[in-house]
């Protein structure tokens, strides 16, 4: 390995057919998290945008039943990781409570 080789993450496997499908696998696990960051970081940016457009025109920060229905949605799809997933998505966009 020369010195300006980038150390690759172990497939953690012996077999090269299994390593070669794992580094497939891993290509599209890579993709999947960049989007959900970017997914992320978008969603959390409209979420403060509605806050500061609603304080401005005199309304509240916070409607605690739009965040109920959020976490329904999410709960009911994933279940009780489902809720804590949204709790921190909610968290990314409005602050902590
Ligand atoms: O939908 C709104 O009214 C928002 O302000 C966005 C959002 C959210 O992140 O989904 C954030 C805070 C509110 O309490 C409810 C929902």
């Known amino acids: 390995m020369s010195t300006n080789a980038v150390a690759q993450p172990t497939t953690g496997t012996e077999d090269e057919a299994a390593a070669a499908r ?23 940016n409209l979420s403060q945008q509605v806050g500061a457009t609603r304080v401005a025109s005199g ?12 976490l329904e949605k999410f709960r009911s799809e994933l279940g ?18």
């Open 22 to 44: 794992i580094r497939a696998m891993r290509e599209r696990i890579d993709a999947i998290d960049t989007a959900l960051i970017e997914l992320w970081q978008e969603r959390a």
């Open 80 to 97: 009780a990781d489902g809720t804590q997933l949204a709790l921190l998505i909610l968290r990314a966009g409005r602050g902590a409570l």
């Open 59 to 70: 309304g509240t920060r916070l409607v605690l039943s739009r965040e109920r229905e959020i």
